[in-house]
C-alpha cells in the first residue's frame, strides 16, 4: 500500500490501527470517490455547458459558479487518479498535486460566492459600484494562485509525510471558509427576513415570492456549508489537540464533504429550471 492511499484526506494512520479497520477506511473512500466521480463529473460538466453557452444568467454572473465546477471537476478527475492508484500500485505526482484543488479550490470560491450573495443583498450599492466581469476575473485569478500555492504545499506535505502539518494544513482553511461563509449567509438571511422599505404597502405577491425563494436557497446553502466544512475541521482539530486518529471521525467526514458538494450544483440546475424532478410548476411561473 503506497503512502498515497493513506494520505489523500487524512493523515497517515498510526501504527496501532489495526488491518481491518484501515482496508475498511480504504474501502469507503473508494466508494466516496467512485460517486464523486460518476455523479459529480457529468453534473459539473452540464453547469459549465449552461453557463457557457449563456443558458440562465449568462457568464459575467455566474463567473464563480463555472470556476467552482471547473475546480470540481479537477477533483472529479484527481478521484480518477486516486482510483487508478489503488489499483496499479504506483505513486503519481499529479494526484498528490491536485489536493490542493480539494483543500483549498472549493472552499475559496464558495468564499467567493457568499461574499458576492452579501455584497449584493445587504451592500447593494457597493455591489453596483463594481464591474460585472472584471471584479470577478480578478478575484479568480487571485483565488487561482492560492490554489496552485496550496497544491505545491500539499505536494511538499505528503512526501514529506508530515501528517500533523497536512491536517493543521487544511483545518485552517476549512475553519476560515466556514466563518466567511457563515458570517455571509447569516447576513443575508437576516436581511431577507425583514422587510423592506415599502414593501408592506406594495405587498406584491411575485416580489414575496421571490424572496422566500432566495430565503429558502440560501438557508439550504448555510445547512450545505455547515456540512462540508465542520466535521472535517472538527475531526481535524481533535486529532491535533489528542493526537489521535480515530477512523471514524475521518470517514464520516469525507462522506460529508462528498455527498453536501452536490448541493451547489443541483441548486443551480434547480435555479435555471433545468432540475425537473425538483422543479414544480408553481416554481417555474
Known sequence: MNNYTVS???PEASTNSTADSFWLLESLKMCMFSINLLFGFPTHSYVIWLIVTGTGSGVASEF???NLSVCEIGNCLNCLFYIMSICFQRISKLPLFLLGLFFTGRPLFQCLICVERYLAVVHPVTFLKFKPLRYRVICCT?????????CFCCLFIVFTKNGEMHTQFFSLQFL??????MFCLVAVLRALKHSGPGERRRERKEENHMKKRAFQIILITTVSMTIIYVPFATTGLITILTNNYIHKLWITSLICYVLAGFVQPVLYLHRTLKFS???SPYCAQ
Open 8 to 10: 489523500f484526506t487524512t
Open 64 to 66: 464563480f459558479n463555472l
Open 142 to 150: 487571485v483565488a487561482w494562485i492560492n490554489i496552485l500555492g496550496s
Open 176 to 181: 476560515l471558509a466556514i466563518c466567511i461563509q
Open 277 to 279: 424532478c425538483l422543479c
